[in-house]
Structure formats: C-alpha cells, structure tokens
C-alpha cells in the first residue's frame, strides 16, 4: 500500500495501477526493488509519470523500512496508535501525512483520514474546514470529527461526490443532495449564472 500510494501521486489511478503492475511484474520482491538501482526502477513506473522522482521515494523507503524493521512488514504499526503509526511513516522520505494516512486507513484498518484534493475541495465548501485552513489542518479537523467507525467511508464517499458532483471547476450544484445543508450552494450557483 505505501508503493502504490508513493505511485499514485500527481497522477491518475489508471496510471499509478499500471505502473504498480508494471513494477510488480518487473520485480520478483520488495527486497529485489531495494536492491535495484533507481533508473531500473524508474524504468518499471514510467506509465505513473514522475518516474525518477518516485523511484527515488520507493527506494528510499524501501531501504529504511528494511534497515529499521529488517524486512518490509509493517503490520508492527497497528500496536500503536493512529498518531504514533502515521509518525514512523512520516520519518521515511516522500511520505507526507495524506500517503501515511493512506497506509494506516486502507492496509491497515485505523481510523486515519486521507485528506486528496477532492476530500479537502468538499469538506471546506462544506464548511466542515475553514477555506484558511492547510491540508495538514484539515486532516486533523477532519479526523476529529468524522467518528473513527466513519472514517473509511467518510473518505471515499467525500472522494466519490467530489468526482461526481462537486467538481473543481462547475460543480453539479443543482444535482447536489447536500445543496440544502451547504454554504457554498448560493455563491457558487451565483457564480455559475453570472
């Protein structure tokens, strides 16, 4: 899960599933991609776009991962908490708090809420996060409000509304079952007709 989401980044889930494939069948362990040279790895990812940039992170953190743990599991994570888990992660090079949210949250099963362009465009026309508010800001807001049972679906319905419904640019405001509860409704209908 770390990989991929490294892979996923500034790219579309097509791609970065082409290239974690890509990766998978150009090498037969984790250990063989920690072994390998960042240009083979490079090679193996191209179709994820930024393939020297991210071959660089995985072998990076491949080779942490290995030193600090002597193998590649991270399963050791979910005996701490939430906080602790998503910490250790931070420490390796290129994971950021949304790719540590993504490892604690889909391979792990805690209740670390990924914050991607889509949950952080709606929650603060939601008004669930101030439109100041930083990435780093709203997952911590986020993941005190959402119920740590709701986070995982919480997560991927915001995703989901945000491809569908609302958008970045001309939101489907009218088709929008939350139009009533939202404080965005008027200004951006109003913006729409103008």
Known sequence: MLV??????????????????SLLASFGSWGEVADASVSQIADS???????EIKARYIKQVLEEIRRRRDGFELDFLRQLSPGEARAWLRQLSGVGMKTASCVLLFSLGMPALPVDTHVFRVSRRLGLVDSKASVEQ???L?????PPGNVYRFHVLLIEHGRKVCKAQRPRC?????RESCPSYDLTVERSHD
């Open 4 to 21: 991929q989401t490294i892979l996923s980044q500034n790219t579309s889930d097509s791609n970065s599933r082409r290239a974690f494939e």
């Open 45 to 51: 990812i191209k179709t994820g776009g930024l393939g």
């Open 138 to 140: 709203a997952h911590k």
């Open 142 to 146: 986020l993941e005190s409000l959402v």
């Open 174 to 178: 009218d088709e929008c079952v939350l």
